[in-house]
């Protein structure tokens, strides 16, 4: 199984992105999946989650901005960024929890897209 993000970019202040996560490969499961950043120099942080069953939150620092959203027929996970500020520039990775034949549940990473907000 492999995640797959795309929709990074460079945007000005105030505009908008929409990142997507695929979640590829065959015979899984996928339960909650999240959206995590890494600015330079800082720890990765969670920046919204969403469950199978469509229950979200999201950081203090993006509610009312960001929205995450899922299709489960097609094992993706979206995230719609709205009037980003500079500091939400850092590489934005998708995670996910994912079951295979096997009955444990397991952390996958995407490779991880970079979103540039310019001031």
């Known amino acids: 199984v492999q995640l797959v993000e795309c929709g990074g970019g460079l945007v000005q202040a105030g505009g908008s992105l929409r990142l997507s996560c695929v979640a590829a490969?065959?015979?899984?499961?996928?339960?909650?999946m999240g959206w995590y950043r890494q600015a330079p120099g800082n720890q990765r942080e969670l920046v919204a989650a969403?469950?199978?069953?469509?229950?979200?939150n999201y950081a203090d620092s993006v509610k009312g901005r960001f929205t995450i959203s899922r299709d489960n027929a097609k094992n993706t996970m979206y995230l719609q960024m709205n009037s980003l500020k500079p500091e939400d520039t850092a590489v934005y990775y998708c995670n996910a929890e994912i079951r295979g034949l096997a009955p444990s549940w397991y952390d996958y990473w995407g490779q991880g897209t970079q979103v540039t907000v310019s001031s």
């Open positions: 969403i469950t199978s069953g469509g229950s979200t």
């Open positions: 490969g065959s015979t899984f499961s996928v339960n909650t």
